[in-house]
């Protein structure tokens, strides 16, 4: 019935190639099937493209590269912290090497937040089971003392890898947040507008 937005590469008759994008439609006629078909040369935009991703690449490398030597400095500074603690015996001091410690994980935190929304959309989004996501999410913390009342059954989404880090920051949230909080609730409903994913916790 019809084609749109294929592209290829068109070979002139002396062997070079252009590349263009197809857009074809079969109409149907008394006299038979006709074809209309639009080409369109797409050499700039696949230069364009390219130039793109190339500084892409390098951004990310860059970005990957900082955050490294950041996180490298943060850790040597908390270990000459942590010294300077057994080093030094006035109160005052040890109170403000904790308040540098607050500060110091601030910065840790940031990085690491801003390396997971640089690869947020880099990576093709997939079917995730959510019971399974959320409890490798908590694995990573201390959810030992907080009941889960899972209402997911075999729930699957199409999403973003990053799926479980979503979950993992919202958990922490609950440890750090959710004063006295014993349990979490994980459920869901189907509505006009899609699915609806709810996270409540006791705290």
């Known amino acids: 019935g019809y084609v749109r937005g294929l592209e290829i590469d068109y070979t002139h008759p002396d062997g070079t190639l252009q590349p263009v994008e197809i857009n074809a439609t079969v109409f149907r006629s008394e006299s038979g099937d006709v074809i209309l078909t639009l080409c369109r040369d797409i050499t700039e935009r696949r230069r364009r493209n390219v130039t793109l991703q190339q500084a892409r690449n390098k951004l990310t490398l860059l970005n990957a590269v900082t955050f490294q ?6 850790f040597s500074l ?3 912290q942590e010294l300077a603690k057994h080093v030094v015996a006035d109160p005052k001091i040890h109170k403000y090497l904790d308040k540098q410690q607050v500060f110091l994980k601030k910065i840790v935190d940031t990085l690491d937040f801003s390396r997971n929304y640089q690869e947020m959309g880099i990576h093709p989004p997939r079917w995730q089971n959510i019971q399974q996501v959320f409890l490798f999410a908590i694995s990573h913390l201390d959810f030992l003392n907080i009941r889960q009342d899972l209402h997911v059954d075999n729930l699957e989404v199409f999403a973003d890898p990053l799926l479980e880090k979503v979950l993992t920051n919202i ?4 440890i750090s947040h959710g004063v006295h909080a014993t349990a979490v609730r994980l459920a869901y409903t189907e509505g006009s507008e899609g699915l609806r994913l709810t996270i409540e916790d006791n705290g």
């Open 78 to 80: 908390a270990a000459y």
């Open 171 to 174: 958990m922490q949230n609950v």
């Open 69 to 74: 030597d950041i996180q490298t400095a943060a």
